[in-house]
């Protein structure tokens, strides 16, 4: 009988752990691991333009009004260049943008369309480098907000890190061009690798003998230009950049 009953208990225990520890997991489960809510507040669409310095196919740099659109619909994501040719990567960022964005936000997005639209003076943009520009434009678009001081250049993953991209001097040089005060790069790209050449000449009898050689040095972009230049690891850490410098 004493056995039986020890048995029981030892039941009862165990029951009553699991579902202490069922509770307990339920009531402070990590809110990524919920599902995201349906976004219902955007009544009609909202557009904003952000600049995007980019490079065109001879590897000069642009800057680029990216013009982000987002309204009710049914989860179509669209991407209008008019007459700028473009790779197919650069359609696959767009994608990948609004689905950073929408885990950012912890929403589905599926009952809303989002429309980009590159106005560049250029007949060609390369690479998936406007990723990044185009997940923060979407958070600004849902804000309806935007900033002109601010500009970024990266890949967008879609866990919302940030990629590196190349040409980092290129369009640096033309976001200061175009007075961007805030230029937002990838992390480990604020540097740069640049060749310095070096000329020795050394006489030899009544000849001058010259030799040309280049040596490699790393040079800071922001002092090179005279522009802040901040590294950013992900999408939070970009739309901060954003939302202190933003303009209604």
């Known amino acids: 009988m004493r056995k039986r009953k020890k048995r029981n208990d030892m039941i ?25 809510l349906t976004y219902s507040n955007i009544g009609d669409e909202r557009v904003v333009s952000t600049l995007l310095p980019a490079v065109d196919n001879t590897g000069n740099g642009v800057v ?12 179509k994501i669209l991407l209008d260049t008019s007459n700028v040719l473009n790779y197919i990567d650069t359609q696959l960022s767009g994608r990948i943008a ?27 943009i390369e690479g998936p480098s406007a990723g990044a ?3 923060v434009s979407v958070l600004l678009a849902m804000d309806n907000t935007t900033s002109d001081k601010v500009a970024i250049t990266g890949t967008i993953n879609p866990d919302g890190t940030i990629g590196q991209v190349g040409s980092i001097v290129e369009k640096a040089r033309a976001a200061k061009d175009q007075g961007i005060e805030v230029f937002l790069v990838p992390e480990g790209q604020v540097k740069a690798e640049s060749s310095k050449r070096v000329k020795s000449c050394n006489i030899i009898g009544s000849m001058e003998k010259c030799k040309i050689s280049y040596s490699a040095e790393t040079i800071d972009i922001g002092n090179l230009l005279n522009l802040t230049i901040k590294e950013v690891k992900n999408l939070g850490e970009a739309y901060s950049y954003f939302t202190v410098n933003s303009t209604e």
């Open 12 to 36: 009862f225990l165990v029951v009553l752990v699991f579902l202490v520890g069922f509770i307990l997991g339920v009531t402070f489960a990590p809110q990524n691991l919920q599902e995201p």
């Open 64 to 75: 680029a009004k990216l013009f982000t659109t987002v309204k009710p619909g049914t989860g």
């Open 98 to 124: 609004v689905q950073a964005a929408s885990d950012y936000l912890r929403i589905n997005m599926s009952n809303l369309d989002v429309a980009y639209t590159i106005d560049v003076n250029a007949s060609l």
């Open 133 to 135: 520009s185009m997940a």
